[in-house]
Nanobody
Framework: QLVESGGGSVQAEGSLRLACAAS????????MAWFRQAPGKEREGVGG????????SYADSVKGRFTISQDAAKITLYLQMNSLRPEDTAMYFC??????????????????WGQGTQVTVSS
């Protein structure tokens, strides 16, 4: 089970931190990632992490602005979002699966999804 929190409304250049609380053993959710979907657009990967190796991957559009991190127990995944832009407005989803053989940011590889949390950035 994945439960997201932390969404909200913010002005451009502001910051938000999303959190995703996960259940189950770490090997069942080795790969975790954040995705977003804006109205009328496809779901896109934002950033992901292999919780065993610590390897991370980010979309080019968020590199240098967004950072993924975990708590020490690897139960909660965070997405720190800085320098937010209106184009970052979307529903943000947390996803997890036991493997990610073709990369962390491919949505079809994930079988477990949270309910989503809305992020709205105004100019």
């Amino acid at each position: 089970q994945l439960v997201e929190s932390g969404g909200g409304s913010v002005q451009a250049e502001g910051s938000l931190r999303l959190a995703c609380a996960a259940s189950g053993d770490i090997y069942s959710r080795r790969c975790m990632a954040w995705f977003r979907q804006a109205p009328g657009k496809e779901r896109e990967g934002v950033g992901g992490i292999d919780q065993i190796t610590g390897y991370t991957s980010y979309a080019d559009s968020v590199k240098g602005r967004f950072t993924i991190s975990q708590d020490a127990a690897k139960i909660t995944l965070y997405l720190q979002m800085n320098s937010l832009r209106p184009e970052d407005t979307a529903m943000y989803f947390c996803a997890a699966d036991r493997g990610c053989p073709s990369g962390l940011l491919v949505p079809t590889h994930y079988n477990y999804w949270g309910q989503g949390t809305q992020v709205t950035v105004s100019s």
